[in-house]
Nanobody, 119 residues
Framework: QVQLVESGGGLVQAGGSLRLSCAAS????????MAWYRQAPGKQRELVAA?????????SDSAKGRFTISKENVKNTVTVLLQMNSLKPTDTAVYYC???????????WGRGTQVTVSS
C-alpha cells in the first residue's frame, strides 16, 4: 500500500507559478514511477509529467519547457514536486499525484488538488 498526499494547488494569474507537492508513504520501495496527471472539466485525465525510480523524466507536450518534475527521498517518504511556471488558463484542472507500484504496475492515486489559472 502507498499513501499519497498532495498540496500546493491554488489560484494564480496567467504567467504565474505554482509548485505542487506529493508525499508518498507506505511501501515506497515498491514504487516504479511517480507522476502528475490532471483532469479539466469535461475532459479525460491526462499525464502531465512523470519521474521514474532511476530519475528519468517524461513530460507532456504542453508541459515541456514550463513544468519541472523532481523527486526527493527523505527517510521513509518520497516527495515529488511539480514546479509549474508560465501558467496558462488552459492549465486549469484538478491535478492528481500517481504512483505505479509493483510488477505489473498497480496505480495509486491521491485525492487531487485544484489549480486555477485566471486570465
Amino acid at each position: 500500500q502507498v499513501q499519497l498526499v498532495e498540496s500546493g494547488g491554488g489560484l494564480v494569474q496567467a504567467g504565474g507559478s505554482l509548485r505542487l507537492s506529493c508525499a508518498a508513504s507506505g511501501s515506497i520501495f515498491s514504487i516504479n514511477t511517480m507522476a502528475w496527471y490532471r483532469q479539466a472539466p469535461g475532459k479525460q485525465r491526462e499525464l502531465v509529467a512523470a519521474v521514474t525510480r532511476g530519475g528519468g523524466t517524461d513530460y507532456s507536450d504542453s508541459a515541456k519547457g514550463r513544468f519541472t518534475i523532481s523527486k526527493e527521498n527523505v527517510k521513509n517518504t518520497v516527495t515529488v514536486l511539480l514546479q509549474m511556471n508560465s501558467l496558462k488558463p488552459t492549465d486549469t484542472a484538478v491535478y492528481y499525484c500517481n504512483a505505479k507500484v509493483g510488477i505489473p504496475d498497480y496505480d495509486f492515486w491521491g485525492r487531487g488538488t485544484q489549480v486555477t489559472v485566471s486570465s
